[in-house]
T-cell receptor
Framework: DQQVKQNSPSLSVQEGRISILNCDYT??????FLWYKKYPAEGPTFLIS?????DKNEDGRFTVFLNKSAKHLSLHIVPSQPGDSAVYFC???????????FGTGTLLAVQP | NAGVTQTPKFRILKIGQSMTLQCTQD?????MYWYRQDPGMGLKLIYY???????DKGEVPNGYNVSRSTTEDFPLRLELAAPSQTSVYFC????????????FGDGTRLSIL
C-alpha cells in the first residue's frame, strides 16, 4: 500500500529549462509535505516543504505546488542546472503520526 | 557542525552474524529514526524514537532492535543477519515539531553474504 507515489522513475532535462517532478498521495490525513534531494553515497538533504494550508511555496529556483483536491504535489526547478542532477524524494507527514512516508524517488538528469 | 553521524560506512556480514549500526547526533534533537533503502525503492521506516528511553516500531521492524539511552545516540542492532537485510541504512533526527525537516546521516551500506 504505497501512500506516496512518484510514478516517474527518471526525468531528463536540458540545462536552463524547467524540471517538473510529480508526486501523488492517497492519505487525506497528510498535512505536511517535503522534498528531499539525494546524491549518490550521501544521505537525503531537505530541499523545500509545504503545509496543507498553502498551495505554493517558493525558495529561489525551487517551487512546490500542492493540489489537495487532486492529492498531488509537484516540484518545479527553474532554471535547471547540472548540479541539480540527483534523486528527488517526495515525503509526507499525516495527522498525529511522527512518521514520514517517502515516495520511491525520481532520478533527475540535467544535461549540459 | 557534524549533524548526524553514522558508523560504519560499509560492512559485510555473514549470515547469522550480529552487528550494531551506530548513529549519533549533536543537534539535541528528541526525534530519531532508522530507515532502510533498497534499490529502486523509497526509504522504509524501521524504528523511531521520540526521546531518550522511548522507542517504537516503524513499517519494517522485524529482525532489528533499537535502544535510546541518551538523546544523542540511537543504535540499531541486527541480531541474526539475513540476506534480506542487505540494504543501505539511514539514520535521521529532527527537532520538536513535524514541520521541522529530518536531517540524515550519510548511510551505512550493509551486505549480508
Amino acid at each position: 500500500d504505497q501512500q506516496v507515489k512518484q510514478n516517474s522513475p527518471s526525468l531528463s532535462v536540458q540545462e536552463g529549462r524547467i524540471s517538473i517532478l510529480n508526486c501523488d498521495y492517497t492519505n487525506s490525513m497528510f498535512d505536511y509535505f517535503l522534498w528531499y534531494k539525494k546524491y549518490p553515497a550521501e544521505g537525503p538533504t531537505f530541499l523545500i516543504s509545504i503545509s496543507s494550508i498553502k498551495d505554493k511555496n517558493e525558495d529561489g529556483r525551487f517551487t512546490v505546488f500542492l493540489n489537495k483536491s487532486a492529492k498531488h504535489l509537484s516540484l518545479h526547478i527553474v532554471p535547471s542546472q547540472p548540479g541539480d542532477s540527483a534523486v528527488y524524494f517526495c515525503a509526507a507527514y499525516g495527522g498525529a503520526t511522527n512518521k514520514l512516508i517517502f515516495g520511491t524517488g525520481t532520478l533527475l538528469a540535467v544535461q549540459p | 557542525n557534524a549533524g548526524v553521524t553514522q558508523t560504519p560506512k560499509f560492512r559485510i556480514l555473514k549470515i547469522g552474524q550480529s552487528m550494531t549500526l551506530q548513529c549519533t547526533q549533536d543537534m539535541n534533537h528528541n526525534y530519531m529514526y532508522w530507515y532502510r533503502q533498497d534499490p529502486g525503492m523509497g526509504l522504509k521506516l524501521i524504528y523511531y524514537s521520540v526521546g531518550a528511553g522511548i522507542t517504537d516500531k516503524g513499517e519494517v521492524p522485524n529482525g532489528y532492535n533499537v535502544s535510546r539511552s541518551t538523546t544523542e545516540d540511537f543504535p540499531l542492532r541486527l541480531e541474526l543477519a539475513a540476506p534480506s537485510q542487505t540494504s543501505v541504512y539511514f539514520c535521521a533526527s529532527r527537532g520538536g515539531t513535524a514541520d521541522q525537516p529530518q536531517h540524515f546521516g550519510d548511510g551505512t551500506r550493509l551486505s549480508i553474504l
